[in-house]
């Protein structure tokens, strides 16, 4: 049986040709949950598919639908589902972990060998995304939302967790201080979370003057730096590193945590160089498949370089974080809207960074505008 209202859906069949395709939608499965997406955030990896149909050697080689940061309403549940009801406001985490391997049982199911994650093509088939007006999800991965807590705010739950499980692997404390490289919408939040978790000192850096000023002026950092575009190898990002341990004040010797959010080599290695001796690097930012790094920089000074792999166990804490008001400012991190028939457009207008104004862009979202 399948239910007769039709399921608008933006569609990739290669690098940039995107197509908007009506389909009736099936009616959810013993477990599932079928929702109506209300807005989903667009991000680095699905740019990426959108102009290449590949992020990294993940490639779209069929059609399929992109988005994974998403929320919406319970429209319909599957036989067997308990966890929600129809009417319900649900974040919707994007990945279908198996359940079974030793990951998933040891509860970090984010590195299940059989994930499956929504508009991914590391999955085959490809698990189509949140770009579409429907879905039906598995109804243990929808997590309710507080009553005073946006679409927009749960859609941003899903980025928002990888910041928590950065800072969950590579922990600040109240008073400590923090650098981020990467001034991006991911950036922003890692700001946010560590903020929120009583961090003293946040310094944000990036190229992008805008971008960074944005984050001091919102009061998501405390400090900022622009760095200049060079290929000046370690010697250089040695040299940054400097300035920006400067920055702390005379007889600091290094931040106490450093999240890279950018993906950059050279952002890398000046982090290692900038954090304290005993401190952590988090490497969030997808880059290069091989680095030059100063391991030696960080072995002698006993500095822990930790990978971050998405999230797990997170949603929860997210979602409480928006409910007591602990992300202060962060609805500006949303600087532009489009319906879901005008996805192509708003993937025009990531991939320009700005506005035909000229407006910079941080996070735009896609949904039922």
């Not at 239910?3 to 290669?14: I, P, S, Y």
């Not at 050697?57 to 009801?85: D, N, R």
């Not at 730096?225 to 000046?232: C, N, Q, R």
């Amino acid at each position: 049986m399948t239910d007769t209202r039709k399921n608008v859906r933006a569609v990739l069949h290669g690098p940039e040709k995107l197509v908007i395709e009506e389909r009736e939608i099936g009616l959810p499965g013993p477990g599932e949950a079928q929702v109506s997406i209300q807005a989903t955030g667009l991000c680095g990896s699905d740019l990426h598919y959108y102009l290449h149909a590949r992020n990294g050697s993940f490639v779209h080689e069929k059609p399929a639908v992109l988005g994974h940061e998403a929320a919406g309403i319970v429209t319909a549940v599957g036989q067997g589902v308990h966890e929600v009801k129809v009417g319900d406001r649900v974040a919707v985490e994007a990945g279908i972990q198996c359940g079974f391997c030793r990951y998933c049982k040891q509860g970090k199911y984010n590195l299940c060998p059989d994930m499956r994650y929504c508009s991914s093509a590391k999955s085959n088939p490809i698990l189509d995304g949140t770009l579409q007006s429907f879905i039906n999800h598995p109804a243990r991965l929808l997590h309710i939302m507080p009553a005073n807590c946006s679409y927009e705010q749960a859609s941003i739950v899903e980025p928002l967790s990888v910041a928590l499980h950065a800072s969950r692997r590579a922990p600040a404390s109240p008073g400590q201080s923090v650098l981020i490289f990467g001034a991006g919408p991911m950036g922003i939040l890692q700001c946010a979370v560590a903020k929120a978790q009583g961090a003293a000192k946040v310094c944000i850096v990036d190229i992008d003057e805008r971008r960074v000023g944005f984050a001091t002026r919102e009061g998501f950092a405390t400090m900022g730096h622009v760095l200049e575009k060079s290929k000046g190898g370690l010697e250089k990002a040695k040299e940054v590193a400097g300035v920006l341990v400067g920055m702390l004040g005379e007889g600091k010797d290094g931040f106490d945590v450093v999240y890279e959010c950018s993906g950059v080599e050279s952002c890398v290695q000046a982090g290692i160089y900038a954090a304290r001796p005993s401190g952590k690097v988090a490497i969030i930012g997808m880059g290069a498949t091989v680095a030059t790094l100063p391991l030696a920089a960080a072995a002698f000074r006993e500095v822990d370089i930790v990978g971050v792999m998405r999230f797990c166990n997170t949603y929860t804490e997210a979602l409480a974080m928006f409910e007591g008001d602990r992300l202060p400012g962060l609805d500006k991190l949303v600087t532009a809207r489009y319906p879901l028939a005008k996805t192509k457009e708003a993937f025009e207008t990531v991939a320009r960074g700005k506005d035909e104004q000229g407006n910079m862009m941080m996070k735009i979202m896609v949904g039922a505008y």
